[in-house]
């Protein structure tokens, strides 16, 4: 593991436990999806923030300047301190990390379900119920288009991840012939 997903780790479990103090586990959740996704947005500002040779006091007067009125203090105070560490690379680890670990605290899972054609909200609605019945837990549903599955999905949900596919079944055929005519 590297040294940046073990700080980003660590990052996450403090703003964790200050969200969790304050009662807004799900509200820093969101503010830091929104940091990403305009860093995502503004590739230049990822960039620049993550330039060794710029000032980290330039940085801070940035991010303080975007954020300062969209984020909680103690959002903006974790950015800051990353920026400080020189740890500015961890920050999408660090974001997965939150989302992890505030999902667990909620009951919630993230499940990633690829697909080779558009699902409808009502096929979503339905992965996810089934999944949460599997589980235990809600389940929060994003897709990712993938044209090398012939049919079917795949669901990942954390390290498993559930083979519906086509191409995962034949997969599973040519393996159970083959260890059979193995015998």
Do not use: C, W
């Amino acid at each position: 593991m590297s040294q940046d997903l073990i700080a980003a780790k660590r990052y996450a479990k403090a703003l964790f436990e200050v969200a969790k103090d304050a009662g807004r586990i799900a509200e820093v959740e969101q503010e830091l999806e929104t940091v990403v996704a305009v860093f995502k947005e503004n590739p230049d500002l990822s960039k620049l923030i993550k330039h060794p040779g710029i000032d980290a006091g330039v940085k801070i007067g940035l991010i303080k300047q975007i954020f300062g009125a969209g984020v909680s203090e103690s959002v903006l105070n974790t950015l800051q301190l990353l920026i400080e560490r020189r740890r500015e690379e961890a920050l999408e680890a660090f974001v997965r990390a939150y989302s992890k670990i505030a999902g667990e605290s909620l009951g919630q899972a993230n499940a990633t379900v690829y697909s080779p054609v558009e699902l409808s909200a009502e096929e979503l609605s339905n992965i996810a119920s089934t999944f949460a019945k599997m589980t235990g837990k809600q389940i929060r549903v994003s897709t990712v288009l993938d044209k090398s599955l012939l049919g079917g999905i795949q669901v990942r949900i954390g390290d498993r991840l559930y083979d519906g596919s086509l191409s995962g079944k034949l997969q599973r055929l040519e393996r159970a012939l083959n260890q059979s005519q193995a015998l």
